[in-house]
């Protein structure tokens, strides 16, 4: 079964970077369909911060576009998330997530134990 275990949280002036690890185990990259990364900020739901295909595919959330970067290194089987210019507003509980499609329907979603990422002004 796939898991998931985030790293790479802290503390951060405005301004600073931080890349978060998402180190996956239990199935190949190649074979689940979407990683992602979500956040969840003080008093909001969780959202989609970026996402990358099996093929390699990125997008990202224009709230965080040209800032973040999500990326991979297929031999380690890790997603990163590179988090440059951070801001105040990112802070934030930050969570990997594995997308898994099924033949048959319903989706089976993957979430690691969140890691903490509080940016100070």
């Known amino acids: 079964q796939v898991q998931l275990v985030e790293s790479g949280g802290g503390l951060v002036q405005a301004g600073g970077s931080l890349r978060l690890t998402c180190a996956v185990s239990?199935?190949?990259?190649?074979?689940?369909?979407?990683m992602g990364w979500y956040r969840q900020r003080p008093g909001q739901q969780r959202e989609s911060v970026a996402t990358i295909t099996s093929t390699g595919r990125t997008n990202h959330e224009d709230s965080v576009k040209g800032r973040f970067t999500i990326s991979r290194d297929i031999p380690k089987n890790t997603v990163y998330l590179q988090m440059d210019r951070l801001q105040p507003d990112d802070t934030a509980v930050y969570y990997c997530?594995?997308?898994?499609?099924?033949?048959?329907?319903?989706?089976?979603?993957?979430w690691g134990q969140g890691t903490q990422v509080t940016v100070s002004s």
């Open positions: 997530n594995a997308r898994l499609i099924k033949i048959f329907g319903g989706d089976e979603y993957v």
């Open positions: 239990g199935r190949n990259l190649f074979n689940i369909n979407i």
